[in-house]
């Protein structure tokens, strides 16, 4: 165990099993410190067999060496860290010390595959990290960077436990291929909770997401308040079909929405987005676990020539790429609290309540099953801003009676020349 109550410069690491509660004040800058290492994995979905390499810095982490790669770390299992007092993580040295790592090697101009990553709390499968103090990370590197830099709040992986109810601060300048990344990691059966604060106000940022998993399971829950003020493509609470994802408390974004090339092979292009809750998948029939919003969503879209003209924001986001061979389960949405999405800027831009497969062109039909749901009314036949879709078949028995079932769902017109189609069922619910 370690327990510290001073200020120190060091990081905090245990191994397997590991216990670490800071009470004081951590600050960690210097990448050749304790808190630096290097590691290294596959599982890129439209790569395969691709190893990214990363070199990490971490102020408390459960970390082992990796058998197989003599020079690198791997995370380590059943640990718990616990932060009662402040951690301040910086980039700049830790960039900076990689452009030079890079500069000594055979292709100093590829960094498609690199990445620069700063783990504030960090551990393997089936540990526990709870933040109770403050969180502060620094995106202090080059403006102009392009490696990929990901700055990471709390990080564990497969059937662990993440709760903050302190504060996480994402501060600085950032660059156009740095990812945010609050609460989670890419593992299945994670449960990751914000009770606290969670503040991102970057100048640039290339991909924004607070709770999230890349795997399958779990829960999702924000409890506290989530305030976004940044640019490139805002997901809030995201992950793949079958986690739980539930909002009971505050969300405010604002996307000053640009358009930024992706240089990073790993990852898709898209057009700007910002949205509270993201789920996208596979076709499948895996049963998805109901999302539902009990406390308040705002989203203003700050358009500007930066944006182009495909810029969307959004309470709910749902995309499934590629078409289905047969029916897929209901994708159940709730609305029980506020949502209120608004734009600016040089054009009008597609904004609602609930979009679907705005992003994925073609007949990707799956079944959203809209369950109770608050809202403002209005004549959504003019506003066309309260379910917004490409393809979809929407399940509306759930819906208020007075609301005009006709005129609450609008297809694009893209979608509508292409022969898309739209299914639209309003029997009420049995």
Not at 308 to 321: D, R
Request: glycine share 10%; hydrophobic share 35%.
């Amino acid at each position: 165990m370690e327990n510290y109550d001073n200020n120190r410069t060091t990081s905090m690491i245990v191994g397997k099993g590991g216990y670490a509660v800071n009470y004081g004040h951590i600050v960690v800058r210097d990448p050749e410190g304790n808190g630096g290492f290097r590691y290294s994995y596959t599982n890129v979905p439209n790569n395969p067999g691709v190893w990214v390499q990363n070199v990490c810095l971490t102020a408390m982490a459960a970390l082992e060496p990796n058998p197989d790669r003599p020079e690198e770390m791997q995370f380590a299992s059943n640990a718990t860290l616990i932060n009662r007092g402040t951690i301040d993580i910086h980039f700049d040295e830790v960039y900076k010390y990689y452009m030079e790592l890079k500069a000594k090697t055979d292709t100093p101009e590829d960094y498609r595959f690199d990445c620069v990553r700063c783990f504030v709390m960090l551990a393997g499968d089936k540990s526990l990290i709870v933040n109770e103090g403050t969180i502060n990370i620094y995106m202090d590197q080059d403006i102009e960077a392009i490696v990929s830099l990901y700055a990471c709040g709390l990080w564990a992986n497969a059937g662990s436990l993440m709760l903050n109810k302190g504060e996480i601060n994402f501060i600085g300048n950032g660059s156009y291929q740095s990812f945010v990344r609050g609460i989670g990691s890419m593992a299945n059966d994670l449960k990751a909770v914000n009770e606290g604060t969670v503040t991102v106000k970057l100048d640039r940022a290339y991909q924004t997401r607070i709770l999230h998993t890349a795997g399958v399971g779990g829960t999702l829950l924000n409890r506290g308040r989530i305030t976004i003020e940044t640019c490139g493509r805002i997901m809030v609470i995201g992950s793949l079909q079958g986690t739980r994802m539930e909002n009971d408390g505050e969300i405010d974004v604002i996307s000053h929405s640009t358009y930024i090339k992706n240089i990073v092979p790993y990852h898709y292009q898209f057009d700007p987005l910002a949205c509270a809750f993201y789920e996208h998948f596979l076709p499948n029939d895996m049963a998805p676990a109901p999302m539902v919003n009990r406390g308040s969503i705002k989203i203003h879209l700050d358009g500007s020539e930066k944006s182009g003209e495909n810029a969307v924001a959004f309470g709910y986001y749902l995309m499934q790429i590629g078409p289905g061979e047969k029916e897929s389960p209901d994708h159940t949405l709730y609305n029980e609290g506020t949502i209120e999405v608004t734009q600016s800027g040089p054009v009008h831009y597609i904004t609602a309540e609930v979009g679907v497969n705005i992003q994925s062109p073609g007949d990707n039909l799956f079944n959203v099953k809209i369950g109770s749901w608050n809202t403002k009314k209005r004549d959504f036949a003019k506003t066309n801003d309260l379910f917004v879709c490409r393809s979809a078949v929407f399940d509306l028995g759930g819906l208020d009676a007075d609301i005009d079932k006709d005129s609450c769902v609008y297809q694009i017109p893209e979608s509508k020349e292409a022969g898309e189609k739209v299914i639209i069922r309003q029997e009420e619910n049995k």
